[in-house]
């Protein structure tokens, strides 16, 4: 059983950068496709940011495309979401999720089999 675990999350004023890291237990990232999504109070969880188990394939939500960074160290198994110039709008609670993949990358909740338990992102103005 793979345990997903997220951290780096926290309150930063808008402008700001955080990055989110997301490590896991029972076995190696390496060969895990992952995805980063967010739920906001009220909202329903939407997608962020998604990598390809190798690195080579990331695809970003619209509304944070160009400010955050998806990836990967494969030397700390950990993979990671960089996140510039953050705005009052970020504010959410954080999700890293895993699956194994043959290729490419996962947009859709429904996709992945593992979830960590988030982490709290707060931007304030």
């Known amino acids: 059983q793979v345990q997903v675990t997220e951290s780096g999350g926290g309150l930063v004023q808008a402008g700001g950068s955080l990055r989110l890291s997301c490590t896991a237990s029972g076995r190696t990232l390496t060969s895990y496709a992952m995805g980063w999504f967010r739920q906001a109070p009220g909202k329903e969880r939407e997608f962020v940011a998604a990598v390809s188990w190798r690195g080579d394939s990331t695809y970003y939500a619209d509304s944070v495309k160009g400010r955050f960074t998806i990836f990967t160290d494969n030397d700390k198994d950990t993979k990671y979401l960089q996140m510039n110039n953050l705005k009052v709008e970020d504010t959410a609670v954080y999700y890293c999720?895993?699956?194994?993949?043959?290729?490419?990358?996962?947009?859709?909740?429904?996709?992945?089999?593992?979830w960590g338990q988030g982490t709290q992102v707060a931007v304030s103005s």
């Open positions: 999720a895993a699956v194994i993949s043959g290729g490419g990358y996962y947009t859709r909740p429904f996709e992945y089999d593992y």
